[in-house]
Structure formats: structure tokens, C-alpha cells
């Protein structure tokens, strides 16, 4: 099994940015993929970002397309999110999570998707 822990997350001005790191404290991550969620105060936990086993595809929200960017090393256990250019909109508890089994482009967009979760790292964009 695979057991996740998220860090990174703090407060940042409007604009500025943050590295959130994803690490495996059990199995190695490479035969999982792995994606970013969040989920602001009074709403559902939605899609951020998600990457294949290899690295070679990446997906993203249409609210973070061009501002994030989803990476891993698997010799590190360790999956990232680099978030730049933050709005307020991004503030959110921002977890990672990983599945083993069916991820399609059809599927990956959607929490039941994953079979393991991080206890997740607060994000604050302020203006």
C-alpha cells in the first residue's frame, strides 16, 4: 500500500507562488498514478491536476491550465505541484492522491478514481 503526505501549503499574496510536495512514506509510487485535488470551505473536492505512472502525460483543471504544473521523481517517492501566478480562487486544502488501477482520461477527473489520499496542506492566496 501506498501512504501519502502532502507539504508545502501556506500563505501567499495574489501572484505569488508555491512548490507542494506529495511523498510516499510506504510502497514506491511508480506503478501509480497520481493527481492533485482540492477542496475550498462549503464545496465539493474537484480536479486539480494529475500525471501517468511515467511521467509522460500530465492533465489538468481549465482553472490551472497554464499556471500549475504537475511533475514526479520516482526515485524520490515524490510527486509535485508548482503553482504560480495564485488568485484568491485558488485558496484550498490541496490533496494528493494515487490510484493503482483504472485511470483514463474519463475517469481520473473524479475522486472515486483514487484508493489513496494525503491528509492535505492548506493553500491561502490573499490580495
Known amino acids: 500500500q501506498v501512504q501519502l503526505v502532502e507539504s508545502g501549503g501556506g500563505l501567499v499574496q495574489a501572484g505569488g507562488s508555491l512548490r507542494l510536495s506529495c511523498a510516499s512514506s510506504?510502497?514506491?509510487?511508480?506503478?501509480?498514478?497520481m493527481a492533485w485535488f482540492r477542496q475550498a470551505p462549503g464545496k465539493e473536492r474537484e480536479f486539480v491536476a494529475a500525471?501517468?505512472?511515467?511521467?509522460?502525460?500530465?492533465y489538468y483543471a481549465d482553472s490551472v491550465k497554464g499556471r500549475f504544473t504537475i511533475s514526479r521523481d520516482n526515485g524520490k517517492n515524490t510527486v509535485y505541484l508548482q503553482m504560480n501566478s495564485l488568485k484568491p480562487e485558488d485558496t484550498a486544502v490541496h490533496y494528493c492522491?494515487?490510484?493503482?488501477?483504472?485511470?483514463?482520461?474519463?475517469?481520473?477527473?473524479?475522486?472515486?478514481?483514487?484508493?489513496?489520499w494525503g491528509q492535505g496542506t492548506q493553500v491561502t492566496v490573499f490580495s
Open positions: 492522491a494515487a490510484t493503482g488501477g483504472l485511470f483514463t482520461r474519463g475517469t481520473m477527473y473524479y475522486t472515486q478514481a483514487y484508493e489513496h
Open positions: 500525471i501517468s505512472l511515467s511521467g509522460d502525460s500530465t
Open positions: 510506504g510502497r514506491t509510487i511508480s506503478n501509480y498514478a
